[in-house]
């Protein structure tokens, strides 16, 4: 092996990596695993993908499998603040010295490779489950970056293939489509698989069951109403950073009494990842386990609370889909409809813009418009025009994220802002305060 990396030459590595793009191949990521020794191979798998919730199902599946005495390791992107949120074992971040470890095993396997360098996903990727490995991890929960068929963490053949949901997204890459979509992100679903579809698969149910019977894989389907497993809500927030109260029904058992400092909308979620765990385990769950679990779990740029007074929450929906649950959300906690908060909005240029300012205008106070650190967010100028063509109101704007803050806390008062419209706008204003 190569000198041993430094956290920071690991994560100056990544970074340089990602000129090279996306890879419509696993030649790559399967190359860079054999020559690690197959960590592939090391541990069982639950794969989660999905347009929306992915995030949230891939952490609390590991929560809830870390709670029944299982070494669990979560594989999330992107991340808020740092690469090695990204890596995940019982709950905590790896540490600066192990995530450097791993990025080194993986770029060492890299250059031993002819052709083209790995993409910055596959190195990430194939130093996750090398770690993984190193780290004795029993399952490992790997939310999938894009779609499903090329994705770098199809490299694995999971026991149990989550797909929480179908809708337009990443259209240059997976499809014009949902039924094109559902066929990319079917690809997850394996010979020995369980696949479990969340609520938001209907309209594509046929195009994954169709994939499930191809190669045999049972399918538990997750609804609030007909699904083999059925969530309830019981309690709603009535403040940001208050909590939800459910309960959770399948064949096996009753989750009951669950509750989690998060909007209603991370219900369904809660009950895909139950049934991950119960398909993975192969067993009713412990409901003491599985409360305390979810009582423990904070979601990251998900309906965040980052401040109480003037109340600042950060949400990284970068879709209309996405957007339309944080309208619920923001509904829920400001219950007042004359007094509700401003929205800063950053958006990617990938991204529908105008359904994002379409699902939240009817929920807030006025919008002020920014643009992240990324290379691919809209300019706030642009993406004024587009909120001032859909609400008939110019709004204010600054590509000075600090300045727009400020200008929607003017405008917010006492109401309080929502930083939403993408993860690195969420993420920007997560390390002003934390």
């Not at 690690?36 to 609390?60: D, F, I, Y």
């Not at 643009?371 to 008939?392: K, Y």
């Amino acid at each position: 092996m190569a000198r041993a990396l430094t956290y920071a030459e690991a994560v100056a590595a990544l970074t340089g990596a990602l000129r090279f793009g996306t890879n419509p191949s696993l030649d790559k990521i399967r190359a860079l695993c054999e020559l690690l020794g197959h960590p592939e191979r090391a541990c069982r798998w639950v794969q989660v993908t999905g347009t929306n919730g992915k995030t949230s199902v891939t952490r609390m599946t590991a929560a809830v499998l870390s709670a029944h005495g299982v070494r669990t390791a979560a594989y999330t992107s992107p991340h808020l603040a740092e690469y090695r949120e990204r890596i995940e074992v019982g709950g905590e971040p790896v540490s600066e010295a192990d995530f450097a470890r791993a990025v080194s095993a993986a770029l060492d396997a890299d250059a031993a490779l002819d052709g083209e360098p790995a993409t910055e996903f596959e190195l990430l990727t194939a130093a996750g489950l090398w770690l993984m490995r190193d780290l004795g991890v029993e399952w490992g929960v790997l939310e999938v970056g894009m779609g499903g068929r090329w994705d770098a963490t199809s490299v694995v053949e999971p026991q149990v293939a989550v797909i929480t949901g179908v809708a337009l997204d990443h259209m240059r890459h997976l499809g014009g489509t949902v039924e094109e979509i559902a066929e990319d992100k079917a690809q997850i679903i394996k010979p020995g698989s369980l696949a479990v579809l969340g609520p938001g698969t209907d309209a594509a149910d046929a195009v994954l069951a169709a994939r499930a019977g191809e190669v045999g894989a049972p399918i538990v389907r997750v609804r609030e109403d007909g699904g083999l497993v059925a969530w309830d809500v019981v309690a709603v927030p009535d403040r940001p950073g208050g909590p939800t109260r459910l309960d959770v029904l399948s064949p096996l058992a009753g989750y009951t009494g669950i509750e989690l400092t998060a909007p209603s909308y991370q219900a369904p979620n809660a009950g895909v990842a139950l049934a991950a765990c119960e398909a993975a385990l192969g067993r009713a769950l412990d409901r003491g386990a599985v409360r305390a679990a979810f009582a423990s779990l904070r979601f990251p740029g998900r309906f965040e609370l980052l401040r109480e007074s003037p109340q600042l929450v950060i949400d990284g929906a970068h879709n209309p889909e996405a957007a339309l649950v944080l309208a619920v959300a923001i509904a829920e906690a400001w219950p007042d409809p004359q007094r509700r908060p401003a929205v800063l909005l950053g958006v990617l240029d990938d991204k529908d813009a105008e359904g994002i300012v379409r699902a939240l205008a009817p929920v807030v106070t006025a919008f002020v418009c920014t643009r992240s650190a990324s290379s691919r967010a809209l300019p706030s100028a642009d993406l004024a025009a587009v909120v001032e063509r859909v609400t008939g109101t110019p709004p204010k704007a600054d590509d000075d994220l600090r300045a727009a803050l400020a200008l929607a806390e003017d405008i917010g008062g006492g109401a309080g802002v929502v930083a939403t419209g993408s993860l690195t706008v969420a993420g920007e204003v997560r390390a002003l305060f934390c």
